[in-house]
């Protein structure tokens, strides 16, 4: 099973760019489609962005669309999210997880007992 190790959180002012990384123990291209989630202290784990299994098409919740960025390098089985324009509503912690049956026109592809695969979570802080 493929194991997932998220790097990149920490602290950054309101509006300021933070950038996740999610480092996958085997090629995740064509096999997984891989996803963000992040959850807030007394909330549900939410659906941040996606990426297809191929060929890479991007998805986001409507929260974060022109702010947050999902991208893939395949050669290093590495995802990442990049956070632009953080908001006091956007920290959490960050989970990437894989799924191997998610299609993303289907809304399922949201939910986090869609994805077989978890990281362990990065702690994402922004300050007013």
């Known amino acids: 099973q493929v194991q997932l190790v998220e790097s990149g959180g920490g602290l950054v002012q309101a509006g300021g760019s933070l950038g996740l990384s999610c480092a996958a123990s085997e090629r995740t291209f064509g096999r997984y489609a891989m996803g963000w989630f992040r959850q807030a202290p007394g909330k549900e784990r939410e659906f941040v962005a996606g990426i297809s299994r191929s060929p890479g098409s991007e998805y986001y919740v409507d929260s974060v669309k022109g702010r947050f960025s999902i991208s893939s390098d395949n050669d290093k089985n590495t995802v990442y999210l990049q956070m632009n324009s953080l908001q006091p509503e956007d920290p959490a912690i960050y989970y990437c997880?894989?799924?191997?049956?998610?299609?993303?026109?289907?809304?399922?592809?949201?939910?986090?007992?869609?994805?077989?695969?978890w990281g362990q979570g990065t702690h994402v802080t922004v300050s007013s």
């Open positions: 997880a894989a799924g191997e049956k998610i299609f993303y026109s289907d809304s399922y592809a949201l939910r986090p007992e869609a994805y077989e695969y």
